[in-house]
């Protein structure tokens, strides 16, 4: 069964400052894990993918994470925040192995940026 | 490009009658299209599975009868919440699966998303 885990449900950081956001999830098979943002009142828009390449992945607008098999992590990172960072932040995984295309979302994490 | 749509953004009904929403992929085909909904605060719930050709597969809770999924053409998908309620207003999306390889062993898919359609049922 997949599953995911993001810690912190509001995350709030200064402006200019770094972000983590941080996720664990759960899989019995190799995992293909992915971050999308969500701003108010729009769609999902996916900021990165992990699929079994390389273990840091690099995403739009400056975002990176790194999947850690040993930690069951893929936390979400970005050297810098900007005003537009401030949005909902979901933390997703999907089981490539058993070819399923359901994704399984984390709860979320409201990303505050204070000027 | 991996554009999907859904039609309309927003919509108000009155309570007992029924509403059809659109999930359309714009620049690709999608055998497979899925319906979660969202309510406020809240994370994506997987409502069905849409597959052109087949009936929707519906998960555990989830009405059929209610939410009637039809994914008549590789572009199309539509989900029609029948007799609304004011308890399934909510925030309903879209996403549909477009498939890439990755690597020898894998290969993936991956679903982009509509926008959403924001229902209320008064």
């Known amino acids: 069964a997949q599953s995911v885990t993001q810690l912190d449900s509001h995350v709030s950081v200064s402006e200019g400052t770094p972000v983590l956001l941080r996720c664990n999830y759960s899989?019995?098979?190799?995992?293909?894990l992915f971050w999308y943002v969500q701003h108010p009142n729009k769609g999902l828009q996916l900021l990165l993918k992990y699929t079994s390449a390389a273990t840091l992945v690099k995403g739009i607008n400056g975002f990176e994470a790194e999947f850690k098999k040993s930690e069951t992590s893929f936390h979400l990172t970005k050297p810098s925040a900007h005003m537009s960072d401030a949005a909902e932040y979901f933390c997703v995984v999907s089981d490539l192995q058993t070819g399923a295309n359901n994704l399984f979302f984390g709860t979320g994490t409201r990303l505050t940026v204070i000027p | 490009g991996a554009v999907v749509s859904q039609h309309p953004s927003w919509v108000i009904c009155k309570s007992g009658t029924s509403v059809k929403i659109e999930c359309r992929s714009l620049?690709?085909?999608?055998?497979?299209m899925f319906w979660y909904r969202q309510f406020p605060k809240q994370s994506l719930m997987l409502m069905a599975t849409?597959?052109?050709?087949?009936?929707?597969?519906?998960e555990q809770g989830v009405e059929k009868d209610k939410f009637l999924i039809n994914h008549a053409s590789l572009t199309l998908s539509t989900l029609t919440v029948t007799s609304a309620h004011p308890e399934d207003s909510s925030f309903y999306i879209c996403?549909?699966?477009?498939?890439?390889?990755?690597?020898?062993?894998?290969?993936?898919?991956?679903?982009?998303f509509g926008p959403g359609t924001r229902l209320t049922v008064l």
């Open positions: 849409s597959n052109e050709g087949s009936k929707a597969t519906y």
């Open positions: 899989s019995s098979y190799s995992p293909s």
């Open positions: 620049d690709f085909q999608a055998t497979t």
């Open positions: 996403s549909a699966v477009k498939y890439g390889t990755s690597g020898i062993k894998f290969s993936y898919n991956e679903q982009f």
